[in-house]
């Protein structure tokens, strides 16, 4: 207690004397020995002890609203702690195993704390099934929501709203007593379906908005407690259930912001509603829908209710100009064409109410369940393909003229699973039990053994080609035009190529490189991007704009997209440029290409996702963004991944490249800040003379070498030159060219080379975010020499990238001992003989290879492993 009293600023008023019982806001139990904390509001600054936790009988621990900082104390194995408040404070890191073992856990809030580094939820949570609330907004929680709620019986209030968390809703929501859950606004999404909401009886509040929620509303009949329902802004889609407005207690609903179909919710009048104007509801005002519309929205609930059909199918006639949906004269649907979309759901029963189909294709999804035995009554019916799904149960007996497709499906003709005989149950999940619980013969398990290891040979010779015999040769700007449906029109997501009639893109030509990346179908992109969604923009740059998208295997994308009007020669050039140079290089500091997609006059190119941004947001717009400006060792690291990537360009890559377009917002952040060059539009070819000449001069003012900007003359110095520049921004947290100051100070490098001639005013130009201690002054200073022996005027006075890496890797990389052992870092004892140290040694060698082992590294040791390896 005195290490805590002398850590506050100031210290507490009355925290003097031997008797701590005595101290304000302190009080012990019948043995003298402190039991509760409590000292709220009180503009208490400083850090707590890390050994607080020796307080061992302290059950509550009250410190909410000070300006508290520094790392969380370790509160592991309280057993007696119940109450933990350490919301609306600035404390700056979480500590390993943080919460474990708080068998006796009630209550804890950590709200309002946006300095903690990115930290995810515990499951040692699941040691404390007693906890009652769990409140962590804006705390910088990421990762998705552990499953661990079915050990978490007593949990009623779970509110972790502003953080960074991603995912789905996690099941064992179901056999929680959740009443308050509050998952709003998450920074990039929590997504998937929301049908666990309505498995959920107790709850009375939910704040899901500001998410990336798909597919319909589940039945919320069971939710009879529920007053607060709060879903939009998400990609919610289907008809309202008629058991949302019925609830009985329901008093404020909010749903604008996503496309919800069917007939217009009609509420009570004292439910507070919100709809919006972005639904397709069929009628504008309270009503049934036509029959037919009530049929196909049905049917396409079953399958979840895409995106893609939410945004087509507005208005009350099926007929104009649906999505998948074709009608004869009459105006009666005859024809559904779901086939090869990927989706998973069942066939609705309700699609044999349309009297008119003639044909129903539904091949190459992911549906199970069994075929309705109501389609065989369709007088009109041709055709049904269902072929390529996992559809179960015996087939109906139909016409002897209707063509009837099952093919690759496993399970068809076998008894149905007891999960889906005639359920209901359309989640993913639920088509996995089924799978799962079917019964499987011995040929189709011998089947799948052989494809594995069929496939596990063939990637192996895949990657022993690539490694022993370098990448294919690019054809020099040659392009091979492919139709569609090509043998070589396949893409890396198992996606099908876009040959359905629905898209304008079906007979588009296609160009395919020998460089490894592969043409995506603009469907499966339209899909990830939510139909380019403008809530889904990353970026706008020259080239176009940039969506964040998800694959249906959860593989986040960005897509870069040039559209028709600036598909200029200029454009072209950069789009080919950029697939010729990522077919040629591949390394962890250089953005990677998945592939990309010419549709009509657009040209698409698909990235890996970078979550935290550029590194010019983090510099410059860190406040309007709300991110928390860069430490000097984030700074520094940044840096280093930088040289690296740009060395690799210069001369470790097959070939050498010089990029051109260096500048912060070309350099993109993971989610654990290591920074990867991206936009390879500009790059050219690194002279193999001396330099080379362009008469088109390409790049960022403010970023240009001198003698590139005069005389467009090129060479491996102008990337160094625009390094140099990055630096000066990493220290200064000021841009290239800012035309909003006085011109003497408007141009960063010849500001900052005048002031830091004098090295005792080098604290002048730096960020005033820094506050550097005596140390990391040390290390900002030899980032200034370099940064302007970089951006020298002369290209003979800048250095090589290898020599920036050789200045930074030291600074980040310093290496430390690990704790001793006893012997050496194989744990040998010297003092034994050879033969029995060689026998140690071969008793265990797996265990010294393995993951374990490795883990011992520091960090700084894995870095430097993977760097080695690259360079070699």
């Not at 979480?94 to 930290?119: A, M, R, Y």
């Amino acid at each position: 207690m005195d290490k805590l009293a002398k850590s506050l600023v100031p210290t507490p008023v009355g925290w003097s004397g031997n008797n701590v019982c005595k101290w304000p806001g302190v009080l012990c139990d019948s043995s003298g020995r402190v039991d509760s904390i409590s000292l709220i509001g009180k503009s208490l600054g400083g850090q707590l002890p890390q050994d607080i936790n020796q307080l061992s009988n302290l059950q509550s621990l009250n410190l909410q609203k000070n300006r508290l900082s520094g790392p969380l104390p370790p509160l592991s194995d309280l057993a007696s702690l119940q109450d933990v408040h350490l919301d609306y404070n600035n404390f700056t890191s979480v500590p390993p195993n943080f919460l474990k073992g708080l068998t006796n856990l009630q209550h804890f809030s950590i709200d309002e704390n946006p300095s903690l580094p990115p930290w995810t939820i515990p499951d040692s949570l699941t040691d404390s099934p007693s906890l009652t609330d769990f409140s962590a907004s804006n705390a910088n929680i990421i990762g998705e929501i552990p499953d661990i709620f079915g050990s978490l019986p007593s949990l009623e209030n779970l509110r972790l709203s502003y953080n960074n968390i991603t995912g789905s809703l996690p099941s064992s929501f179901a056999k929680s007593g959740i009443q308050n859950l509050v998952l709003n606004s998450q920074k990039f999404g929590l997504s998937g379906r929301i049908d666990v909401i309505g498995s959920m009886e107790q709850v009375t509040q939910v704040w899901i908005h500001v998410n990336k929620f798909s597919g319909p509303i589940p039945d919320l009949s069971g939710c009879i407690n529920l007053i607060d329902l709060q879903l939009r802004d998400n990609s919610l889609t289907g008809a309202i259930p008629p058991s949302l407005t019925n609830l009985p207690k329901l008093a404020n609903v909010s749903l604008q912001n996503n496309i919800f179909l069917g007939p217009m919710p009609g509420f009570k009048p004292s439910v507070q509603v919100s709809l919006g104007n972005t639904n397709h509801f069929c009628n504008p005002g309270p009503g049934p829908c036509d029959p037919q519309v009530t049929i196909l929205i049905e049917v396409a609930g079953a399958v979840g209710c895409p995106m893609t059909i939410a945004e087509s199918w507005s208005g009350n006639n099926p007929c104009n100009d649906w999505n998948y949906i074709t009608c004869d004269a009459k105006g009666s649907v005859t024809v559904i064409n779901f086939a090869k979309l990927n989706w998973v759901g069942i066939i609705s029963p309700a699609v044999a109410n349309l009297t008119g189909l003639k044909q129903l294709l539904m091949n190459d999804n992911n549906l199970t369940g069994p075929i309705p035995a109501n389609l065989a009554s369709l007088t009109d019916l041709q055709i049904v393909d269902v072929s390529n799904n996992n559809i179960s149960g015996k087939v109906p007996k139909f016409r002897s003229d209707v063509i009837v497709k099952t093919s690759g499906n496993p399970f068809i003709g076998k008894d149905l699973p007891p999960s889906s005989s005639g359920g209901t149950d359309y989640s993913p999940s639920a088509s996995k039990d089924e799978k799962h619980k079917s019964s499987v013969s011995t040929w189709v398990i011998l089947a799948i053994v052989i494809a594995a290891v069929f496939l596990i040979l063939v990637l192996c010779l895949v990657i022993y080609k690539k490694k022993h015999k370098g990448k294919s040769k690019l054809s020099r700007g040659k392009e091979q035009k492919l139709k569609n449906g090509s043998p070589k029109n396949v893409n890396s997501y198992g996606a099908i190529p876009s040959t359905t009639s629905q898209s304008s893109a079906a007979n588009s030509e296609i160009y395919v490189y020998d460089g490894g990346n592969v043409t995506i179908p603009v469907e499966l992109l339209r899909e990830a991007t939510n139909n380019f969604n403008k809530e889904n923009i990353l970026g706008r740059g020259g080239f176009g704009i940039v969506y964040k998208g998800k694959l249906h295997d959860g593989t986040e994308i960005a897509v870069k997209r040039m559209e028709a009007s600036i598909a200029s020669n200029k454009g072209l050039n950069e789009f080919r440029a950029e697939i010729e140079v990522l077919s040629k290089v591949r390394h962890r500091h250089l953005v990677a290409l998945h592939g990309f997609c010419v549709n009509g006059n657009e040209r698409l190119l698909v990235y890996e996702y970078m979550s935290q941004g550029t590194l010019g947001q983090h510099l410059f717009d860190h406040e309007r963004l709300g991110f928390l400006p860069l430490t000097w060792k984030q700074r520094l690291t940044i840096a280093l991944d930088v040289a690296r990537g740009v060395e690799y360009l210069h001369g470790l890559a097959q070939q050498s490249f010089i990029h051109r377009d260096l500048k912060p917002s070309n350099v993109l952040l993971e989610d654990d800040m290591r920074a990867k060059v991206s936009d390879f539009g500009l790059v050219k070819n690194a002279p193999d003379g001396k330099y080379s000449m362009e008469t088109r001069l390409a790049g960022t003012f403010g970023y240009l070498a001198p003698e590139y900007a005069s005389t467009g003359r090129v060479t491996t110095k102008i990337d160094v030159f625009a390094f140099g520049v990055i630096l000066m921004e990493i220290l200064t947290g000021r841009k290239a060219l800012d035309e909003n100051l006085p011109e003497d100070r408007s141009h960063l490098v010849p500001w900052f080379k005048k002031l830091v001639v004098n090295k005792d005013k080098i604290l002048e130009v730096l960020d005033p975010t820094l506050d550097p201690d005596e140390e990391t002054y040390q290390s900002i200073c030899k980032v200034v020499e370099l940064a302007g022996h970089c951006a020298a005027r002369k290209p003979s006075q800048r250095p090589d990238m290898g020599h920036a890496v050789n200045v930074l890797a030291p600074l980040v990389e310093q290496w430390t001992p690990t704790a001793a052992t006893g012997g050496d870092s194989f744990n040998i004892d010297f003092n034994m003989s050879l033969p029995q140290a060689l026998q140690r040694w071969t008793a265990n060698d797996d265990s010294m290879l393995s993951e374990d082992t490795y883990g011992d590294y520091t960090k700084q040791d894995k870095n430097t492993f993977s760097y080695t390896k690259e360079h070699q």
